[in-house]
């Protein structure tokens, strides 16, 4: 069972960073692909990035050159860094491991983007 704790959310002004950070248990970390994914009231979730074992990043559209997804294995966790937030970036951030064919997630985190 692998559990993932997510932090660094909050209240943040439009052009504002922050960065969230996912914790994750397992002594095989470095094997996980892990991604962030966002869900905003009444949409279904999405995906933002992803990155794997091997460090090769990926980043939907919507946040290509403002987030970035990275990881530290030695500290069993992958960050989220976000610049130049946007209102439309509101919504509960939620971290993912996928292990072979299981996806686990954490409990999410809130992102608030507003003046």
């Known amino acids: 069972q692998v559990q993932l704790v997510e932090s660094g959310g909050g209240l943040v002004q439009p052009g504002g960073s922050l960065r969230l950070s996912c914790a994750a248990s397992?002594?095989?970390?470095?094997?996980?692909?892990m991604g962030w994914y966002r869900q905003a009231p009444g949409k279904q979730r999405e995906w933002v990035a992803s990155?794997?074992?091997?460090?090769?990043?990926n980043h939907a559209n919507s946040v290509k050159g403002r987030f970035t997804i990275s990881r530290d294995n030695a500290k069993n966790t992958v960050y989220l860094q976000m610049n130049s937030l946007k209102p439309e970036d509101t919504a509960v951030y939620y971290c993912?491991?996928?292990?072979?064919?299981?996806?686990?997630w954490g409990q999410g985190t809130q992102v608030t983007v507003s003046s």
């Open positions: 993912n491991a996928l292990i072979g064919i299981t996806d686990y």
């Open positions: 397992g002594t095989i970390f470095s094997r996980y692909v």
């Open positions: 990155i794997t074992s091997g460090g090769t990043t």
